[in-house]
């Protein structure tokens, strides 16, 4: 059987259009799918739409439609706008699916049965925001941090989820699995939060119905529902087939879920913990990212800034932007959206670098080598040609390791450097001279045969990050069904494997060049 490799994106709220910080997850979340499908995993990919709760119960309000009705339209919207950008997953939860309601209620009876809940009175101050009760720190002259409004004073009964008492088993598991957290600075986050337990605690999951009725009732006690949070962590155990589905447990005991810094705690205490109880294993990474500011300032509706996955396919293409998005960003930390800075990094690297490698390389061949990839000639096969293969067998090495510890940026600069180094094996043979004398043809077949297989090799380990581009690139030297069969980082390793004869097509510009915008 293959290894699996189960991935999962936030699920998201639906009281806000899909904007490019969901975008980002997902174009993580697919280039993992892509690299570990290429590996040889069995691969599956899980997004969603988070649906239950007063925030969105108030979005419905404010257009004068009910709940219903309102997520029914959002999460249509969210599926239009990454189908239209090319991003599809294996599975969508929404979280008012029928199969997802029964696993939470499953859920929740297991961890009442099994002693973790109590009802309790409690009297404190609700932030609908962050759909939760405040705790001091999270109060800023009287106002919730993250959503700078005055939260309300609130008492009623709930159901508490017992969370404290396993915080001492949490922080064991996160200190025995070093790549549980990542990257390391989320772990210390995490493990600090713990030491200081002030502002943890045992956690309220249920809402009284007389207050709040759009939710998955407590199978214990229907006159509540469900916490918004429990409710959406379930989501990706509904999302890997919980509980019937027989690929579950080799799912699950491979899931990675990529978020934003901002569900750090929900992710990293609440539900190892909500897993616990309910008899199952944590996830075997959580893998947190920074924020993306807007031409440096915060994306955000006042601010009117919050920019589309749609917007972006129009000014950039989608393909080029999510290159330039995962090039620009440091995984775990925050990064600028500058376009500027998009439409260099796309123009220095796609137009220029890897668009001038394929134009040039395929011009060549149609005009020196009959349209097809030469062979190589040994006497002509020198110290750079050895160097370049040399490289690209670091390259596929470096790229493998890098991807895997989601140093994506890194593993996208790798390959560059491979391109980059083509570049200069072909200026320094410059087969365009050598053809002018017949005793240049060696030089001019070695050359060009490098260079079509440096971007055989590119193409592979690119896939996962440009898959249109490198599906068209392999096509063009003769390869047109490859990343359906190739294995890496088998094939990658395998200099020289580029077909020999096969028919070369010099087509159009992969990436035309984009224009600055005018201050
Ligand atoms: N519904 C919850 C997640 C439940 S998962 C079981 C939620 N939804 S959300 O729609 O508000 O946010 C989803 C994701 O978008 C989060 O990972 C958040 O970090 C991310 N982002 C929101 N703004 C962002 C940026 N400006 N930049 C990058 N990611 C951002 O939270």
Redesign the pocket.
């Known amino acids: 059987m293959n290894p699996s490799y189960y991935v999962t994106t936030?699920?998201?709220?639906v009281n806000?259009e899909p904007?490019?910080?969901?975008a980002?997850?997902y174009c993580v979340a697919d280039t993992l799918t892509r690299f570990h499908r290429l590996r040889g995993c069995d691969v599956w990919l899980v997004t969603g739409t988070?649906e239950h709760g007063e925030k969105i119960v108030e979005a419905a309000a404010a257009r004068g439609i009910a709940p219903r009705a309102f997520t029914d339209e959002i999460s249509a919207q969210f599926r239009a706008v990454w189908d239209e950008v090319g991003l599809r997953a294996d599975r969508f939860v929404r979280t008012t699916d029928a199969d997802h309601a029964r696993n939470v209620q499953a859920i929740l009876q297991r961890v009442h049965d099994a002693g973790w809940i109590e009802l309790r009175s409690y009297d404190g101050l609700y932030c609908v925001g962050c759909e939760r009760f405040l705790t001091d720190r999270d109060l800023e002259n009287g106002r919730c941090r993250d959503h700078e409004r005055v939260p309300e004073a609130r008492r009623e009964s709930n159901y508490f989820f017992l969370m404290s008492r396993a915080f001492g088993w949490l922080r064991d598991h996160i200190e025995q699995s070093p790549g549980f957290i990542r990257p390391a600075r989320y772990r210390n986050e995490t493990l600090a939060m713990l030491r200081d337990e002030s502002g943890l605690g045992d956690l309220s999951i249920s809402r009284p119905k007389s207050r709040l009725d759009w939710g998955i009732e407590l199978p214990f006690d229907r006159d509540h529902v469900c916490y918004v949070?429990f409710d959406?962590?379930i989501?990706?155990l509904t999302g890997a087939g919980y509980p019937d589905d027989p690929t579950f447990p080799a799912r699950w005991a491979s899931a990675e879920h990529l978020?934003?810094?901002?569900?750090l705690k929900?992710?990293t205490i609440f539900w190892p913990i909500m897993l616990k109880a309910a008899g199952l294993a944590p996830p075997r990474h959580i893998s947190v990212?920074?924020?993306?500011?807007i031409e440096g300032r915060?994306?955000s509706k006042s601010l009117a800034n919050v920019l589309s996955p749609l917007t972006m396919r129009d000014r950039y293409g989608f393909e080029a932007f999510r290159y330039a998005a995962l090039r620009e960003m440091s995984f775990g930390l925050d990064a600028d959206l500058r376009d500027a800075s998009l439409v260099e990094r796309i123009n220095a690297d796609l137009a220029n670098n890897l668009g001038n490698l394929v134009s040039r390389t395929l011009n060549l061949t149609e005009r020196f080598t009959g349209g097809r990839v030469p062979a190589p000639d040994e006497g002509a096969t020198g110290e750079p040609e050895r160097e370049l293969a040399a490289l690209a067998a670091q390259t596929v090495t470096s790229v493998e390791t890098l991807v895997t510890d989601l140093e994506l940026h890194r593993a996208l600069e790798e390959i560059f450097r491979l391109v980059d180094a083509a570049n200069r094996l072909m200026d320094l043979r410059a087969p365009w001279k050598a053809a002018k004398d017949p005793a240049g043809e060696p030089i001019v077949r070695t050359t060009l045969h490098a260079a079509c297989e440096t971007l055989r090799v590119v193409a592979l380990l690119l896939a996962p990050f440009l898959p249109v581009a490198c599906a068209e690139i392999l096509a063009r030297i003769g390869l047109p069904s490859a990343l359906e069969t190739a294995r890496l980082p088998g094939d990658a390793l395998r200099w020289g494997a580029v077909p020999v004869g096969a028919p070369t097509r010099k087509g159009s510009p992969l990436f035309p060049r984009l224009e600055a915008r005018k201050p």
């Not at 936030?10 to 709220?13: A, D, K, S």
């Not at 990212?289 to 500011?293: A, L, R």
């Open positions: 936030p699920i998201y709220y806000a904007h490019i910080g969901h980002y997850t988070d949070w959406a962590l989501s990706y978020i934003g810094k901002d569900i929900p992710h990212h920074g924020y993306w500011n915060k994306m």
